[in-house]
């Protein structure tokens, strides 16, 4: 195949054009159950550490940085939001090590953002400010359920209220997350993001491909 006979691969490839048909009976399922699972021990060392961190600042407002990867985003958004205090969330201690610099501005901890989300709702800490960037895409439509948007703790983010701001690669992604947000309480808008400084890795690994990035930003509202 020489060069104009090659077809540009899409960015995220899928078997679904268009939102999951099933999205809006999946999120209204998990916002009339409750999702119960039992905190992992370690997930509850993690946050009684993250309340801790937060009293000796005198509990400032909370930014939360779900899905944060290396923390680049934290270091970033510890940078815009002056007196509020960051928390970046991620699974991975491979990734989290790769964060270089120390700060006592925000903090980086390695935990399942889903059981973190429902002990900040317990302990009924209010997140001023949400983002969730790039989250893992789970692109195959039997991967539903596997989306932040499709997990039965999404609803867990209108009870954390505040303002929600998700990044995506992926344009049917996107219009999923919008749609579930409203579902729960959101009232946003989903945009093209131009990209000048990336905030994340993946933000500028995408951009320098030049790939199409979309972003929702919305309010809690009711
Ligand atoms: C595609 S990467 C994006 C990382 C970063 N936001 C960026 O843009 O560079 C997705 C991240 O989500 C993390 N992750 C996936 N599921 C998670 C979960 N349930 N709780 C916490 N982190 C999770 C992975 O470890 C990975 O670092």
């Not at 509850?44 to 000796?56: G, I, P, R, S």
């Not at 491979?94 to 953002?113: F, I, M, N, Q």
């Not at 905030?199 to 199409?212: I, P």
Request: proline letters at 6%; hydrophobic letters at 35%.
């Amino acid at each position: 195949m020489n060069e104009d006979t090659q077809i540009e691969q899409p960015p995220v490839q899928s078997d679904q054009q268009a939102p999951h048909l099933d999205l809006e009976a999946l999120v209204v399922k998990h916002c009339r159950t409750r999702w119960r699972k039992p905190i992992p021990e370690h997930t509850q060392k993690t946050f009684d550490y993250a309340t801790a961190w937060l009293a000796e600042r005198g509990n400032p407002t909370v930014v939360l940085d779900s899905f944060c990867g290396t923390g680049m985003s934290t270091k970033c958004l510890a940078e815009q939001h002056n007196n509020a205090a960051v928390i970046g969330l991620d699974k991975s201690a491979h990734r989290l090590t790769k964060h270089a610099d120390t700060s006592d501005k925000y903090l980086l901890l390695r935990a399942e953002c889903e059981p973190f989300w429902q002990l900040l709702v317990t302990a009924n800490i209010k997140v001023a400010h949400h983002y969730l960037l790039y989250p893992n895409p789970w692109p195959k439509s039997s991967q539903l359920k596997r989306r932040v948007h499709g997990h039965p703790a999404f609803p867990l983010l209108a009870r954390l209220g505040g303002s929600v701001e998700m990044r995506s690669n992926w344009q049917i992604f996107a219009e999923e997350f919008a749609l579930a947000s409203k579902l729960i309480g959101f009232t946003g808008k989903l945009d093209r993001l131009e990209i000048s400084e990336p905030w994340t890795l993946f933000e500028k690994k995408y951009s320098e491909r030049a790939q199409n990035l979309w972003c929702f930003r919305g309010i809690f509202s009711s």
